[in-house]
């Protein structure tokens, strides 16, 4: 990764070493009160339930489907920009598994959607996803495309009250991993928690 950090990066990198310590806490806690149409609530083998499909846009301004990354396995996370510790150490932990792939990384790719698209427009996405490795591409759509992409995954997200600003507000999330096939199929999920090393092992046995 690049060695010069901007102030964005060291930020989410220093938000990243405070959410680790409370990860396994947090981990059991959202867990638990996820309301039960949540997919980590489900069994893992019931793969019908997830079919993934979208249509949004990258944080380069492209428009992209599901189709793009046929042929790679995917690593897709849901998220928001404003996120202050699952999602930066999700993605964290996503770039620690892409740079441990090496050459293999070519056959993965790491995919961070967002729940947010109010306040997670292009330009933001692209600032973020940069400041953990170049390999992620940020997604985000309207609020009907994001709306479609989380059902087909079976995640859950919602928009909590606004505190001291209309636009100040957080965003409940299913905080898993879905690990998809280069075949477009749903294989496995990875919990809040799951750290690199382990995620990277899984991978490298099917590549």
Not at 63 to 90: E, M
Request: with cysteine; hydrophobic share 45%; net charge neutral.
């Amino acid at each position: 990764m690049n060695m010069h950090l901007t102030k964005l990066q060291k930020w989410l990198w220093t938000m990243v070493g405070i959410a680790l310590v409370a990860s396994l806490g947090y981990a059991s806690w959202i867990n638990y009160w996820l309301p039960k149409n949540t997919y980590t609530s489900q069994l893992v083998g019931e793969t019908e339930v997830i079919q993934p499909r979208f249509q949004l846009t990258s944080h380069t301004g492209e428009k992209v489907s599901d189709a793009k990354w046929r042929g790679k396995w995917q690593l897709v996370f849901f998220g928001f920009t404003n996120c202050p510790d699952v999602c930066p150490t999700t993605l964290a932990e996503m770039a620690m598994v892409m740079d441990g792939l090496g050459k293999d990384a070519a056959k993965v790719k790491p995919l961070f959607i967002s729940i947010d698209p109010t306040r997670d427009r292009v330009a933001d996405m692209a600032e973020y996803v940069a400041a953990f490795h170049p390999a992620i591409t940020g997604l985000t759509g309207t609020d009907t495309e994001i709306a479609a992409v989380a059902k087909s995954f079976g995640a859950y997200y919602a928009k909590g009250e606004p505190m001291d600003a209309p636009e100040n507000y957080d965003m409940a999330h299913t905080s898993v991993i879905y690990l998809i096939s280069p075949e477009g199929r749903f294989v496995r999920i990875f919990s809040f928690g799951t750290r690199a090393k382990e995620i990277l092992q899984d991978i490298q046995q099917r590549l």
